[in-house]
């Protein structure tokens, strides 16, 4: 493998109670009961649109463009409040990041993703960064991954896609790509369906099934 191209919500970063809080923070002030956390939690990986129109489930429509800019507004003020890297992310992109090309490739709006990483000190491993709005498409859409392929000019043969959800292996099937799924994120279930190449129970454990290109 020459390019690794990650995830970030579930993948690389625990970020499922601040992006829940939000969203309760959201029903709340249109005077809907807030959602049990796991609720939410199966709720994420679509990007900040589908979240909330989830969680309104069969609350009115309309409201929705409303609930969306007050949970961004919200979600863009706390996204660092218990948000963390998963156990062992730091250590191993840092050991792994001069054998290998890194790429992100996220449903979570750009602005908010380039704060988690400023913050969490994970930019430097990433020579590209893109977010839910990115592109014309997300994922499991191809497009961002094709162009992130086409820009380290990697074939899909030598790239692996890294994420915790079906979005992330479709993705990388459209591409051409291989996938690993990881089982400690927030969509693993959908794997059933949709399954990885591989998968890994624990972030570190990634580089003990891949190699370096040449």
Known sequence: MRLLVFDLDGTLVDSKTDLANSVNHTLQAFGIEPLPHPTIFRYVGNGASQLIRRSLESHREEILPDAL??????????????????????????????????????????GMTETILSGLSLSRY??????????????????????????????????????????????G??????????????????????????TIDRFPDLFRRIRPGR
């Open 126 to 171: 990433f020579a590209e960064v893109h977010g839910g709005d990115s592109f014309d498409s997300k994922k499991p859409n191809p497009e961002g991954l094709r162009a992130i392929l086409s820009t380290r000019a990697v074939p899909p043969e030598e790239a692996l896609m890294v994420g915790d959800s079906v979005n992330d292996v479709l993705a």
């Open 69 to 110: 800019r007050l949970f961004l507004d919200h979600y863009g003020r706390h996204l660092l409040d218990t948000t963390v890297p998963y156990p062992g992310v730091e250590k191993s992109l840092a050991e792994h990041a001069p054998m290998y090309e890194m790429a992100l490739l996220t449903n979570k709006p750009l």
């Open 173 to 198: 099937r459209g591409a051409g790509t291989a996938t690993c799924g990881v089982t400690y994120g927030l969509g693993a279930e959908g794997f059933a369906e949709h399954p990885p190449d591989f």
